[in-house]
C-alpha cells in the first residue's frame, strides 16, 4: 500500500487523531492527556513518533527510542505502533516497521524490538510475518508508588 500515505515525524497538527489510535490500541486518555505524553515523548532524547498520513489523515502511528542496556546489545524499541482499524491488513503497519527498521541503522543500531501483549495473538502472526522473531517470554510487573 502506498496509495499517497506519507510516513513522517509526528506533527503538532496530527494531535487530534492521537487519542483515537492510542484507543484503538488499548489505551484511552483525553486530548489533553495525549498531548502531555507527546510533548514528555518528543522532549526525550533518542525518542520517535512517526505518524502514515494520507491528505492530511493520520492513518497510523509508532513511537520508537533508543534503548541502550547493560545485559543485551542496544537496540531500537517499537514503544507502540497502531494502524487505524479499518486499515489493518492493507501494508500500512510493515511500511510503519520497515521505517523503524531504517530509522534503526540511520542511529547505527543493530536490531529493533517490540513487546506485544499475550491476548494480541493476530498483532503476533503480524509480526512474525514481517520478519520478527519471538524471542522471550517475559511477564511485566508494575508497582504503584
Known amino acids: 500500500m502506498s496509495g499517497g500515505i506519507t ?7 496530527d494531535l487530534p487523531a492521537l ?8 489505551y ?10 507527546l510533548a514528555a515523548v518528543l522532549a526525550a532524547p533518542g525518542h ?6 494520507r491528505d492530511g ?17 542496544p537496540e531500537v524499541v517499537v514503544q ?5 482499524a479499518g ?5 500500512l503497519g510493515g511500511r510503519l516497521l520497515r521505517a523503524a527498521e531504517n530509522w534503526a ?11 506485544s501483549g499475550a491476548q494480541r495473538e493476530v498483532a503476533h502472526a503480524f509480526y512474525v510475518a514481517q520478519g520478527y522473531a519471538r524471542v522471550g517470554g517475559a511477564v511485566l510487573f508494575r508497582k504503584a508508588v
Open 28 to 37: 484511552p486518555m483525553a486530548a489533553e492527556e495525549a498531548a502531555r505524553r
Open 19 to 26: 487519542p483515537s489510535l492510542l484507543a484503538q490500541l488499548g
Open 87 to 91: 486499515l489493518r491488513g492493507s501494508g
Open 105 to 115: 541503522r540511520a542511529q547505527g543500531q543493530p536490531s529493533v524490538s517490540l513487546h
Open 80 to 84: 507502540a505502533l497502531v494502524v487505524e
Open 48 to 53: 520517535a513518533v512517526l505518524v502514515a498520513v
Open 57 to 73: 489523515a493520520v492513518l497510523g502511528l509508532m513511537h520508537l527510542f533508543l534503548r541502550p542496556a547493560l545485559e543485551k546489545p
Open 7 to 13: 510516513i513522517r515525524p509526528v506533527e503538532e497538527a
